[in-house]
């Protein structure tokens, strides 16, 4: 080995120092030294060690890392703490790192820093060593898998209650809520066993078997004078009947006779002459004398003048009328005061003020035995009326 004098600053005697050791492998193993030359030629260099795992500083036999955590080298240093300097005088640089670029104090083997684990969760840990290593991946299920197994959830959910709807509505029809009792509420012409008899479902029937609307209509027609019915359930077992009582009021021609009408237009009977207390309603004739139905007209003009007179005479006030003529459309008239006044309206053209007029004459000007008859036909627009007094009777 090559001897190379170096001053040294304790006894200034130059000093012996080894030449610098050879660059450290990428392995972290020290490398050949360069190869001599002899006489010209290249001297064959030995080949190289397979590349070993990194040395740690204690196996080397190098002093451990101080606290700081950076590693020590094992090169020798001068006395002043710096590199020994190299053979020109020069201090001994260190060799190059592979960029290019200085390397730091040690370029050396260094210990690999302790990898950082990463924490897995409990949950990953639990399935991984629930499952053995011979057990099949389950297969991960797609959006659509996934829609299709809530579409079949809700279908069997929907179908398990419309069997349980079913059965309910079976135990209730056929164990439960039985007519046990009957009331009437209103004033009533018929008995409760009429009632019950027209309403055709004995006690012991289950209340919900029949429909409320056909109930009523079957009692209207049996028991006509009933201007108003309706069936009612009280649970769990009574039947109620809401009544109202039907009042003769007009009379019309039918088929062969008379029909009694009742306030809202009823038939509530036949008559073969027209009864002398109710109010005759002429020239019209009636459809069907059936009893419990509505009142219909064979003509639909009279029809529709029946609907609009009738109701107005209700409203205006006046009282005793005898007879309606609905014979002429454009000479409409009605008798009051037991038939001695006749009061003549013409068209229903602003009909709520001509009655308004004749409800003011009766109670105001006429006399309560006056005779004769009362034009309104022109009060409209002339604000005027005419009485024409009967001197005859």
Same mark, same amino acid.
């Given at each position: ?35 001599r030359q002899n006489g010209g030629e290249k001297a064959r260099r030995r080949p190289m ?40 005088? !020069? ?41 053995? !290593? ?46 046990g009792k009957y009331e009437i509420q209103g004033e009533c012409l018929y008995t409760l066993?009429?009632?019950?008899? &027209? ?21 209207? !027609? ?51 002459? &027209? ?83 004749v409800y003011k004459m009766l109670t105001d000007e006429l006399a309560p035995d006056s ?23």
């Amino acid at each position: 080995m090559r001897e190379i004098p170096i001053h040294t600053p304790q006894n200034g005697r130059p000093a012996q120092r080894q030449a610098p050791r050879p660059q450290a492998g990428p392995a972290g193993q020290r490398g050949q030294a360069p190869a001599r030359q002899n006489g010209g030629e290249k001297a064959r260099r030995r080949p190289m060690p397979p590349p070993q795992r990194p040395v740690s500083a204690q196996e080397a036999g190098r002093p451990a890392a101080p606290e700081s955590g950076r590693p020590v080298s094992s090169m020798p240093r001068h006395a002043s703490g710096n590199m020994p300097p190299a053979g020109n005088g !020069q201090p001994a640089r260190r060799p190059d790192a592979k960029n290019g670029r200085p390397a730091g104090p040690y370029s050396g083997p260094r210990e690999a820093p302790p990898q950082k684990t990463a924490k897995k969760s409990k949950k990953k840990l639990r399935a991984k060593k629930a499952l053995p !290593q011979d057990a099949p991946q389950r297969r991960r299920v797609t959006r659509a898998e996934a829609r299709r197994s809530r579409l079949k959830k809700r279908i069997w959910t929907f179908l398990i209650i419309l069997l349980l709807v079913g059965v309910g509505i079976y135990v209730s029809v056929t164990l439960l809520f039985k007519i046990g009792k009957y009331e009437i509420q209103g004033e009533c012409l018929y008995t409760l066993e009429e009632m019950t008899e &027209a309403f055709g479902h004995a006690q012991g029937e289950n209340i919900f078997s029949f429909s409320l609307s056909d109930a009523e209509k079957q009692i209207a !027609q049996k028991l006509p004078y009933l201007e108003s019915i309706k069936v009612r359930r009280r649970l769990p077992d009574t039947i109620v009947f809401i009544v109202e009582p039907a009042k003769e009021s007009y009379c019309a021609a039918g088929a062969g006779g008379f029909v009694v009408l009742s306030e809202q237009f009823k038939i509530l009977r036949t008559a073969d002459q &027209a009864p002398l207390e109710l109010c005759l309603i002429d020239g019209i004739n009636a459809k069907s004398t059936v009893a419990g139905t509505a009142f219909q007209a064979e003509n639909e003009e009279q029809q529709a003048l029946l609907e609009e007179l009738l109701p107005a005479l209700e409203e205006s006030g006046i009282s005793g009328i005898g007879q309606i003529d609905l014979t002429d459309s454009y000479a409409l008239s009605f008798t009051v005061n037991g038939g001695n006044i006749r009061v003549l309206l013409g068209t229903t053209v602003k009909l709520d003020y001509k009655l308004k007029t004749v409800y003011k004459m009766l109670t105001d000007e006429l006399a309560p035995d006056s005779r004769g008859t009362l034009d309104v036909t022109a009060a409209p627009s002339t604000g005027k009326t005419i009485f024409k007094q009967d001197v005859t009777k």
